[in-house]
């Protein structure tokens, strides 16, 4: 049986997209595939799964050397299982920079492409058999396009990402904008999480000036429940800096109804990072970045010290 997965901390996309693949291994290429998932996923998953009729797959820890693995939404190391090396490796599917540092036993297919979504690429790849798509999997595709475009204001959203969302939506009956304020809603849900859980929910390692980051956003539309909590975050962020290894945490809160992030700024490094990546003067424990939605295509690129 194939393993197909995403990276940690799985979001909508690394919920999705490994459900929708498994689906057309085993329905359509008759190769028998289950999507697993490294973590619990997040809210708006859990909703995406409730909302569709969907079994959540099962949750991981690692893999083994009998193991024939599928990576999707992620082609970096950092973001996949220890014993990555160790199991066959047969296809890549991802919309992020290549990582690098993924040794496979044999030449496999990968698939990378300026898109927005992972979903987005797996419907083209799909091709004619998505007539036979049964409405959970349309379902799914749509959701992680609505959640990774943000409704279409993030700046990775594509035109092909529009018209495919577009056409799935007709397929299906819904509408897009009821279907984005049900998804928001139960995104900026985050009662229930510790400031440590927040703090890794939706988290990139990167590498900065010589220093391990750990570059974690929050997308809500109500970012003032999460900014009052700012104080415990901060105090939270030494510790799970120092979980894997890395020496500081940059939050930024996307908000995405005003269409600007929140970066929260609890020492003289983040603050000096904000200043000079961002153009910005920094005066409090907070500074807010209008128009910024994106950390693959305005966070991470810009980042300086």
């Not at 299982?81 to 540092?101: Q, T, Y």
């Amino acid at each position: 049986m194939i393993k197909v997965f995403g990276h940690t901390s799985p979001d909508t996309d690394s919920t999705g997209s490994p459900l929708i693949w498994a689906w057309y291994l085993t329905e359509c290429r008759k190769t028998p595939a289950e999507a697993v998932l490294q973590g619990e996923p997040n809210t708006e998953a859990l909703w995406m799964l409730n909302r569709w009729n969907l079994v959540k797959p099962q949750i991981i820890s690692d893999v083994t050397a009998t193991d024939r693995c599928v990576i999707v939404d992620t082609n970096n190391p950092a973001e996949l299982p220890a014993s990555l090396a160790e199991a066959e490796v047969i296809e890549i599917i991802d919309h992020h920079l290549l990582a690098g540092g993924i040794k496979t036993r044999s030449p496999i297919n990968i698939t990378i492409r300026p898109l927005a979504c992972t979903a987005t690429i797996m419907h083209d790849l799909i091709g004619d058999d998505m007539a036979r798509a049964p409405e959970g999997i349309k379902g799914a595709m749509l959701t992680c396009i609505i959640s990774d475009t943000l409704e279409f204001r993030s700046p990775t959203t594509t035109p092909h990402d529009r018209a495919v969302a577009e056409k799935l939506a007709t397929d299906l009956g819904v509408s897009i904008a009821d279907l984005a304020a049900e998804m928001f809603a139960a995104k900026s849900d985050v009662s229930a999480f510790s400031e440590a859980a927040l703090l890794k929910m939706d988290s990139k390692e990167y590498e900065l000036g010589g220093r391990q980051l750990r570059i974690s956003v929050l997308e809500t539309t109500s970012p003032k429940v999460i900014l009052d909590r700012k104080a415990a975050l901060m105090a939270a962020m030494p510790a799970v800096a120092a979980e894997d290894g890395a020496e500081e945490v940059l939050l930024f809160v996307i908000d995405i109804l005003r269409e600007e992030a929140t970066l929260l700024v609890p020492n003289d490094f983040i603050k000096s990072v904000a200043e000079r990546s961002f153009g910005v003067t920094v005066t409090g424990d907070t500074v807010v970045l209008p128009g910024v939605m994106s950390r693959k295509k305005q966070i991470i690129p810009v980042l300086a010290v």
